[in-house]
């Protein structure tokens, strides 16, 4: 009886964790603002010339095998020391995910393209492109089923009654989005009264991709449609900046609505003359993904580097099994020009 009940609680367990890879089947990050090409590629090369990420996320440790996924992504404003209004911005992405004791994963490929045309001294517009191919795999070895217990023992070479498919396939995939960005005036310390937002919407899939292990060639991912939206602006005269933020996103009958706010603290500015000192910046963050967790995150920016750390604490009905943790997620990035002190609408 102890036996039985214990298999009725991993199937419960893995059911409500399929439901929550349902509702967000695509790879994602709480520290959107960390992964902007993943989120529309419209804002490939949009604010910065050079921008080089890395991402790493850790989830559900607490209770099952952890879901791992690693990003990297590279952007470059081609036409910079043209001095051109209006450019070309390219970028690409990698990213792999691995899901639970199937390891069922995803490694992925794509390839970014923007064009940007500046409106006037504070407004660019950004039309973006995504296209790339990923894989699909799963590892049938490690599952375990109820058929496969026999009497008080787990029988591995046990016939599981259960149909498999393949183990692998690869599918093409597809995306576009519009973005508009605005800024003006300074983020030294002295002033501080600079503004800067940025705006956009997208969507990926198409109906492209299969999705079926089985070669079901009718079954598609749905197509994923985002909207975003952010906002900093300093509090004049002092070394503070808050940034609000809105992130939502659509897929099929399932949604994800994140919003919260980052509070941003400018420690030091760096030398007007030598440049031995360099600017930083610490800041502090709390979103609320709405129905499934807080993300709280903590972030150091130094000259042209910066480090971000978040934790997802899970407030979903999966709260009880989980103990309320959900995932840590690390992000490093170099971006370029250094954005201290420069004029928004420049960048």
Known sequence: MKKTNNISI?????????????KAQDVHFSQYRETP?????????????????????DQWRSFVSPYKTFAFSAELNTAKKKKSDNYIGVGIQLFSDKAGDSQMGIIMGSLNVSGVIKLDDRDKLSLGIMGGFGQRTVNYSNLQWENQYTGSAFNA??????????????????????????????????ANNGIHSTVGISAFHFGLPKY????????KLTTKFIAHGNIEFGLKNTSMIIAPELFYIRQGAQQEILVGSMFKR???EASKYTGIKK?????L???????????????????????????????????????????????????????????????
Do not use: C
């Open 10 to 22: 991993i199937l419960f367990i893995n059911l409500l964790l399929s439901t929550y890879i349902l």
């Open 157 to 190: 070479n046990a016939p599981s009654g259960e149909l498999q498919g393949s183990t692998s396939y690869t599918y093409p995939d597809a995306g576009a989005g519009l973005a508009w960005t605005f800024g003006k005036d300074q983020m030294y310390i002295s």
């Open 37 to 57: 090409m993943l989120i529309n590629p419209g804002q490939t090369a949009l604010n910065k010339d050079v921008r080089i990420e890395l991402n790493y996320k």
């Open 285 to 347: 963050g709390v979103d609320y993904r709405v129905g499934d967790a807080i993300v709280t995150t903590i972030m150091y920016e130094y000259s042209n580097y910066a480090i971000g750390i978040s934790y997802d604490s899970n407030i979903s009905s999966l709260k009880t099994t989980s103990y309320s943790r959900g995932g840590l997620e690390v992000s490093l990035h170099f971006v370029a020009p250094n954005p201290f002190g420069k004029n928004a609408a420049s960048l």
């Open 212 to 219: 079926s292990f089985y070669n079901q060639t009718d079954e």
């Open 266 to 268: 400018i420690l030091q």
């Open 279 to 283: 600017s930083s910046l610490i800041s």
